[in-house]
């Protein structure tokens, strides 16, 4: 019976401790957060990319299959994961490197639009992003409440070449947004029922 309490108490403070100094989370919880928009299958062996002690951004697995993952930023203040198809991680560390520079949404939309159109920046037709939130425990440090979205790059394509209307039809319908363009892509949002929050 002591050995159970022993193990509950490890177990308890570990969780309690998974945000190290500075508030970045563990390299053992950003990896087994960041995997959680996949499917089992295919977790153990995706790329992950996360943050050190100092709050850089850093491999922090080699991966072997064809996901790449980004744990939940710590600088936010809310939790929100992402995975995509190995082809996108250029698209995707340009926006990073982007970003860094201090360019702003429009300005790295549309330095990213030229470069594609030029074919000095590789955007793979039909690769896809999955985006998952949800909300921390503070007691187990588990996400509760998970939702996620669905986005599928088909650069440059209209409604008129995919027959994809241009809003969504009525809630978790798929449509296409930002048509036309490089970062054209089909959303799709799944609906979820309210969870019931405790008073």
């Not at 470069?115 to 503070?138: A, C, F």
Request: net charge negative; charged share 25%.
């Amino acid at each position: 019976m002591k050995l159970k309490q022993c193990i509950t108490l490890i177990l308890f403070s570990f969780s309690l401790t998974m945000y190290s100094q500075n508030e970045i989370p563990s390299k053992i919880w950003q990896l087994e957060t960041a995997v959680l928009g996949l499917e089992e299958q295919y977790r153990e062996k995706a790329k992950v990319y996360g943050y050190d002690a100092d709050g850089n951004f850093i491999v922090l697995r080699e991966g072997t299959n064809q996901y790449v993952c980004l744990a939940d930023d710590p600088k936010n203040d809310h939790f929100q994961v992402a995975a995509y198809h190995k082809d996108l991680d250029e698209f995707m560390a340009r926006g990073r490197e982007l970003k860094a520079q201090g360019k702003n949404f429009k300005e790295i939309f549309d330095i990213r639009e030229e470069e594609v159109k030029n074919s000095t920046l590789n955007l793979p037709y039909h690769s896809t992003l999955i985006v998952l939130k949800g909300d921390i425990n503070e007691e187990t440090k588990r996400i509760e409440n998970q939702k996620v979205r669905y986005v599928v790059y088909i650069p440059f394509a209209t409604p008129e070449t995919t027959g994809l209307p241009d809003k969504p039809l009525t809630a978790g319908h798929p449509w296409i947004m930002n048509p036309g363009t490089h970062r054209a892509h089909i959303m799709i949002t799944p609906t979820y029922p309210e969870t019931e929050k405790t008073e």
